[in-house]
């Protein structure tokens, strides 16, 4: 009887993945605002000042906060991500270049962890709040350090969007990251560009897997 009965059993549910621990309760914030991310253009030191206060208090919520709280945060960063990308268009860089790119990539994985958060899945809005104070300051200091200083190279005023120098405007649009990218950026080279490459890639990455693991 006991092998019938064994045969006849439904097979056992897929077990399912496990929860990381460090995922599932409020913890301290992974990011404070320091002079190493200050990039000496106000505007854009003020809406990352924001960002990392959003970010604090995503990963102190409760759960009964957490959605709201990650809500704010991605409306933020919509808003954040849409002024750097306007400032991009208005001094040379191509539509799609490869720190617009990052920005959109960025911002869908949020809006999924929104989504999840939504449907009741809390961890993966954790996870990602983790993620972020590890992306945020590599991003900070490569890429929006690099277009902080294409702004001012070209006289750009962020407030007013008054061009003081558009004759030093590119010839051609720019694809890289504000001389930190592409060969096209031959006339904006900045130090360190070489690296910035490389890191917009890891940088691109690292976040995508966090919208995998969701
Ligand atoms: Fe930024
Ligand atoms: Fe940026």
């Given amino acids: 009887m006991n092998a019938v009965t064994t045969s006849t059993s439904p097979e056992p549910a897929a077990a399912e993945p496990a929860v990381p ?12 605002w320091s002079d190493a991310l200050n990039l000496s253009m106000p505007v854009m030191d003020q809406t990352h000042v924001a960002f990392v206060d959003l970010l ?8 009964a906060d957490l959605v709201g709280r990650w809500q704010t945060l991605v409306e933020h ?22 720190h617009m790119t990052q920005h959109a990539v ?20 954790r996870q990602m709040a983790h993620e972020l104070t590890l992306w945020f300051p ?14 001012k190279s070209v006289g750009y005023d962020p407030v007013t969007g008054q061009l003081a120098q558009p004759e030093a405007l590119p010839e051609q649009a720019i694809s890289g990251c504000g001389g930190a990218c592409s060969s096209s950026d031959q006339n904006h080279d900045k130090p360190g560009s070489a690296d910035a490459s490389a890191d917009a890639a890891s940088e691109a990455e690292e976040v995508q897997a966090v919208g ?3």
């Fill in 21 to 32: 621990a460090q995922f599932t309760t409020p913890v301290p914030p992974g990011l404070a």
């Fill in 77 to 98: 960063t919509e808003d954040h991500f849409g002024q750097e990308d306007r400032w991009m268009a208005a001094t040379g860089f191509a539509p799609g270049s490869c």
């Fill in 56 to 63: 604090a208090q995503v990963q102190t919520a409760e759960d």
């Fill in 106 to 125: 960025v911002l869908k994985v949020l809006r999924e962890g929104l989504q999840l958060g939504q449907q009741g899945q809390f961890w993966p809005i």
């Fill in 212 to 214: 995998g693991a969701a």
């Fill in 138 to 151: 590599h991003h900070a200091q490569t890429m929006d350090a690099g277009l902080a200083l294409h702004l």
